[in-house]
């Protein structure tokens, strides 16, 4: 279900999971245009704190990346070309996905709450 420029997901259990905000008053908004459409189905929800877990960002470097040689000057990336087309490379709870083109999307995990 799309709700404020998100998509919402809704589960059996109650949980929300909304993708696509670009802040936590956007992810509020969703989740209460969600809310408003599960009363309207006669439900009574009741909206916890919000809490962030996961935090994407996609961009471009502006050119391209020889991976190859990217994976031997980064520890611990890996690359392998017969599997992916990307090199990855992960830190603690943050990971990263990098193409030859130069783009990159970079992914980490957030326990703060609002």
Do not use: Q, W
């Amino acid at each position: 279900m799309e709700a404020e420029g998100c998509t919402v997901n809704v589960f059996e259990n109650g949980c929300l999971l909304v993708m696509g905000a670009r802040s936590l008053d956007d992810a509020g908004r969703a989740v209460e245009a969600v809310s408003e459409m599960l009363r309207g189905l006669g439900a009574e929800p009741e909206i916890s704190p919000l809490a962030v877990v996961r935090v994407s960002v996609h961009g471009s470097m502006g050119r391209p990346v020889n991976l190859e040689k990217a994976a031997r000057r980064i520890p611990s990336a890996v690359y392998e070309p017969e599997l992916s087309t990307a090199l990855s490379y992960a830190d603690g709870g943050t990971s990263v996905i990098l193409n030859s083109t130069g783009t990159a999307l970079v992914s980490s995990e957030d326990e703060a709450s609002a």
